[in-house]
């Protein structure tokens, strides 16, 4: 079978589903992954065919933009300035290489491309979901900045406050998905993030039921996996290696791969280490973290979780959905400083359990 996969974000986004297209490969399926030029180097090492969707340049750019990480503002950026304008060539580049009853289309519910072709090719689509509060419920409504509902609201209020969002993400998305639609020969849509991204065929949440309940409201055609994990991570660093025997368990403080830091959290981290008298490791840019560290702290642009994890006291992260995952695989404590898009409702699920 041939799978054409496509992703659009961050690591947190795009890791787990080369992790499904690794598993998928090793079952001898034919592999094509489109993706931003700064993951070509994972896709590849996965085993994975590499398609470009955005070059590394764009995607470092783009992520460097304040305005990205507004808690509020930063999806309408998202759907504007990267999905959208990206769309009609992404659905010319997945339809090339269909063969029509022998594919299998996946993607995120950001890669609208994908939606699109379940409609004009003979595919099978399958929607993949990170997180588990990016899946519509009005029962466990997700607590978002900006639209988060109380669990005690009442269904009507849940309903309407649905609506709303609805309303308003339509307004960002529909006026240009609608003009390509009609170019394509295909009706508008509304309620399109809640409803129309989701594939009829698959919805596939790649978490386990303990961190994301499935609800009753949840689509008929959800399932859940467990967390997709990359199965041959990038070794660690042979100088952060040795930094890691020569000493106690660090304590990890990060705001994710692609956030350009923020200097006034590194330094609560390393006021926060030195009062537990333990060591610290910042993963962030040189230019967020203070010049000068103290003794028993270091800084790294990055490092694979699933190496490092397990050489560590315990992790304060943004609470991306792939972060906790590793979070939970090394069995450390995990405190989440959550910062946009699913990382508060991610946070608050660590503080369900």
Known sequence: MRILGHTYGTAGDVLPVVAVGQALKARGHDVRLWTNGAFR???ERAGLSW????TAEEYAQFTATPK??????????VLRRGVLPSLADGVAALRDEVVPGKTIVMGTALSLHARVVRELEDVVLVTLFTAPGSIPSARRAPRWAGTRIPSWAPAAAK????RLVDRRTDSWIAPRLNRLRAEW???PVRRIMREWSLSPDL???LFPPWF??????????VRLSGFAM?????PLDPALEGWLDDGPAPIVFTRGAAHPGNRAFFEAALEAADALDSRSLLIGPGDAVPPRLPDGARRIDYAPFGRLLDQSAALVSHAGAGTCAHAFRAGIPHLGVPVAFDQLDNATRLDDL
């Not at 994301?212 to 055609?221: A, E, I, N, V």
Request: charged share 20%; aromatic share 10%; net charge negative.
């Open 230 to 234: 990359l199965g041959d991570e990038a």
């Open 203 to 205: 919805v596939l949440g």
């Open 212 to 221: 994301g309940p499935p609800q009753p409201d949840w689509p008929s055609t």
């Open 41 to 43: 180097d994972v896709v």
């Open 185 to 187: 020969g295909l009706p």
């Open 51 to 54: 398609r470009e969707a955005g």
């Open 159 to 162: 309903h309407a406050a649905w």
């Open 68 to 77: 990205l990480w507004h808690p509020v503002r930063g999806f309408r950026m």
